[in-house]
């Protein structure tokens, strides 16, 4: 069946790429609820639940891990450090975000990440940089959406400083 595929990460918690299809004019299949086999590029990729009952317009169907899309996600250590300016502590963190697509064609991807939020007047954070991610203010979440030819690496980064009394602990990821 025709399907548009998408791709997520959130490499701050798992490393791999994950695979969704959208299928559009489902409804001419007259599906019933239950368990499918689910097939992806000839292979055996698991089972799903399929419940026609709630699914509107487009169906969406978890394809599992893709591992022939790459996702890394490491500590820039030039930028990141610890300084100590009067009575408060600075960390300065910068993370690079790399995506390789392995596979012979091209894919979207939707990449997240976060920068720190703070909830106490006394710790601060400052966002340096997104590499033109979308930033939703209040959750601090960050969405690249990428486009990646076959054998192509992109690479985004995110960094940021974190102003606090030096007499408290953070743990910063």
């Known amino acids: ?21 959208f299928l559009s004019n ?3 299949l007259n599906l019933l609820p239950g368990e499918a086999n689910l097939y992806f590029e000839n292979t055996y990729v698991g089972k799903s639940v399929i419940n026609p009952d709630i699914t509107e317009d487009t169906l969406e169907i978890s394809l599992g891990r ?9 500590l820039v250590k030039d930028f990141s450090k610890k ?18 697509n ?5 894919i979207e991807i939707i990449v997240q990440d976060q920068f720190p ?11 340096i940089e ?14 690249w959406k990428l486009f990646i030819e076959p054998t192509v ?10 102003k606090y009394p030096k007499g408290d602990y953070l743990k910063l990821e």
Do not use: C, H
Request: charged share 30%; no cysteine; proline share 3%.
């Open 26 to 28: 489902w409804t001419d």
């Open 83 to 100: 300084q100590l300016i009067g009575n408060n502590k600075i960390v300065n963190k910068a993370w690079q975000i790399s995506v390789k």
């Open 117 to 127: 939020i703070s909830t106490q007047k006394e710790i601060s954070v400052e966002q």
């Open 1 to 21: 069946m025709p399907a548009t595929y998408k791709y997520y990460a959130i490499p701050k918690l798992d490393k791999s790429a994950f695979l969704t299809a």
């Open 153 to 162: 690496e992109k690479k985004v980064q995110l960094k940021y400083a974190v």
């Open 66 to 74: 893709d591992k022939n899309v790459i996702v890394k996600r490491e």
């Open 130 to 143: 997104k590499s033109n991610a979308e930033l939703d203010e209040e959750t601090g979440i960050l969405k």
């Open 102 to 106: 392995n596979k012979k064609q091209p």
